[in-house]
């Protein structure tokens, strides 16, 4: 049996942020085969600021409560600020998640990264090189 922290099952018996957002003005998804976690986060920008998110994830508790945190984390947050969101920041906000679970905070901030990805590209902005090899890594990688 998997020990989670009390966070960890708060955001996942009470997600926030969840659901499909209309008209959103970047959507990522990735998703991991092997564990069969599938994450789909969707954001809004106004003045460079992501105004709102949400997700749809298809997965464990913790692909759920790393899903519904790292939408808390960046909400309001320019475009800038999110990019340097790390994996760390997700598990910290956790308060920890076992060492098997870890792979789903890597695969939220992919998700978000595919979206600010997906804004930037819709809206004809430069794209920082990091995030263009990122999503390029995804790409082959089959996580997206």
């Known amino acids: 049996m998997i020990n989670y922290s ?3 099952l708060k955001h996942f018996r ?5 659901g499909k957002m209309a008209k959103p003005d970047g959507v990522g998804e990735v998703g991991n085969m092997a564990c069969g976690d599938v ?3 969707y954001i809004k920008v106004t003045d460079d600021r992501i105004a709102n998110i949400k997700f749809e994830t298809y997965g464990c508790a913790a692909a759920i409560a790393t899903s519904s945190v790292i939408t808390d984390l960046v909400k309001g947050k320019t475009i800038s600020e999110a990019l340097v969101m ?3 920041d997700v598990v910290d906000s956790l308060e920890g998640l076992p ?3 870890i792979h789903c ?3 939220s901030v992919d998700a ?3 979206a600010i990805h997906d804004y930037l590209i819709k809206n004809k902005r430069i794209v920082p090189e990091n995030l ?3 999503h390029e890594r995804m790409m082959k990688t089959g996580r997206n």
């Open 6 to 8: 009390k966070k960890v």
């Open 14 to 18: 009470n997600p926030h942020n969840v």
């Open 39 to 41: 994450m789909k986060l």
């Open 86 to 88: 790390t994996n760390k």
């Open 99 to 101: 060492p098997v679970k």
């Open 105 to 107: 905070s890597l695969l």
């Open 112 to 114: 978000l990264r595919e």
């Open 132 to 134: 263009k090899r990122d």
